[in-house]
């Protein structure tokens, strides 16, 4: 029998793996590479990039991971509010001022200012909500936050908008993989939060790219994480559980003294069978929206436009945010090196109108809009590569404040742990895998001691 077994290899199983590493456990993961929506690529000192590419900092879960396993980290530089509209690329100067020097109507400045400054407010009444305080759990402070602002959408907190005026706000909003009318207003305002502070949230990117984490972690583990395994089945037995799988077109089971659950909620609610009926439930109403992105790699050898921009956001384009990755090892050279990394992010409903297409026609999209916004950027291509996630991001929706109770209540020795049960995306994930690894632990050293009882 095994202590634990993980079902899930993404952030959240990883980091549960690392914690248990010195107890007799097993990582099954259904695809071939660990990582789940964490994916980099290295090319030469530059790294392609598909999914989560900024970090918490500071006192963070992911800091005392990133220390843990020796991989390093750099804060983000370069500007982290770029702007791209209406032919007007903007990489310096507030963001309160984009406004005024982005071309558009009378009627677009006045309804983006007054939405703007509505959200203000409620952006400082959210940093204070946000805000740790003495001597409190993680969990009760992500209750708080979802509790903000939960009861209505984004788009009813704003109110109608005028075409350019709505467009603007998209790309924060939207970065969570739901439209306006699918967030709630709280996450909303969140977001905005963390892209005005984002030294005081996401603000560090992982050297070499973000699977130099995921490829440490699973190589430290060893023969411990087992690919291709789909999960089809977790049942809770007096004193252990069973997990039922799929490897290699043959049909295996293992059972372990406990189970940590790292899978997004969809999977989780189809394979815990016998879980507490209204935890189902709850896993059941957790909503994912979907994401495209795609990598580039370029060859050019002088200074760019976008060298001095991390993120640029691009309201009205197939992608809603361009993310210049070779900007973390601008930073890290003393002469500029050749080439860049952009990566591209469509989420909502950009997603939903390109996840039929071919990829062939999904980077052609991408390379026409990156040429609007960066002029010559497909002069120097040498690589592209598109990646469709369907099941993208779980997102904050009116109501979804009332199912966290159900959702962090102790469930046995089923513990689950991934980005659904909270809101900061991979800290969120880190944290509760973390945590899950911790409650494995204290069930098993509580195992050793009934059985050193019953032997004396």
Not at 22 to 27: A, G, S
Request: hydrophobic share 40%; aromatic share 8%; with cysteine.
């Amino acid at each position: 029998m095994k202590d634990v077994v993980i079902v899930g290899g993404g952030i959240a199983g990883l980091a549960s793996a690392w914690r248990l590493r010195h107890w007799d456990t097993v990582v099954l993961e259904s695809e071939g590479r660990v990582g789940g929506r964490i994916r980099s690529e290295r090319r030469g000192r530059h790294w392609m990039n598909w999914g989560g590419h900024v970090y918490a900092g500071g006192d963070s879960a992911t800091s005392w991971l990133l220390g843990s396993t020796g991989v390093d980290s750099t804060p983000v530089t370069g500007s982290l509010a770029g702007l791209a509209m209406n032919g007007k690329l903007l990489l310096r100067g507030r963001v309160e001022s984009y406004p005024f020097r982005i071309p558009m109507s009378r009627e677009s400045r006045v309804g983006m200012l007054t939405a703007g400054a509505k959200v203000a407010l409620a952006v400082a009444k959210y940093s204070r909500i946000v805000r740790r305080r003495p001597g409190e759990d993680p969990a009760t402070r992500q209750q708080r936050i979802y509790d903000f602002m939960n009861d209505r959408s984004f788009a009813d907190f704003v109110g109608d908008l005028p075409e350019d005026a709505e467009a603007l706000f998209k790309p924060t909003v939207t970065r969570s993989s739901a439209d306006m009318d699918q967030m709630s207003a709280g996450a909303g305002v969140g977001y905005f939060g963390l892209v005005w502070n984002i030294g005081g949230g996401l603000s560090q990117s992982i050297v070499g790219g973000p699977s130099t984490l995921t490829g440490a972690i699973a190589a430290a583990l060893g023969d411990r994480v087992q690919l291709g395994a789909v999960v089809s089945e977790v049942v809770r037995k007096r004193g252990s559980v069973v997990v039922r799988y799929r490897q290699h077109g043959v049909d295996h089971e293992v059972e372990a003294r406990c189970v940590v659950l790292a899978t997004p909620a969809t999977v989780s609610h189809r394979v815990a069978v016998d879980l507490d009926r209204d935890v189902r439930e709850a896993l059941s109403k957790i909503v994912y929206g979907p994401y495209v992105s795609a990598a580039f790699l370029t060859n050019e050898t002088g200074r760019q436009v976008w060298d001095d921009a991390y993120a640029i956001a691009t309201p009205k384009r197939s992608f809603n945010v361009l993310l210049n990755l070779s900007n973390i090892a601008r930073g890290l050279e003393s002469a500029r090196s050749p080439g860049s990394s952009i990566m591209t992010f469509s989420p909502g409903s950009l997603a939903r109108d390109l996840l039929d297409r071919d990829d062939d026609d999904i980077r052609d999209t991408y390379l026409a809009d990156l040429d609007a916004v960066l002029p010559g950027f497909s002069d120097h291509l040498v690589e592209a590569e598109v990646q469709r996630w369907p099941t993208g991001a779980p997102y904050c929706f009116p109501g979804r404040a009332k199912l966290q109770p159900t959702l962090t209540r102790p469930t046995g020795r089923v513990l689950l742990a991934g980005d659904y049960l909270g809101t900061l995306y991979t800290e969120t994930a880190i944290q509760t895998g973390l945590s899950a690894a911790q409650q494995a632990q204290s069930l098993l050293a509580t195992d050793h001691q009934t059985r050193n009882l019953i032997t004396t």
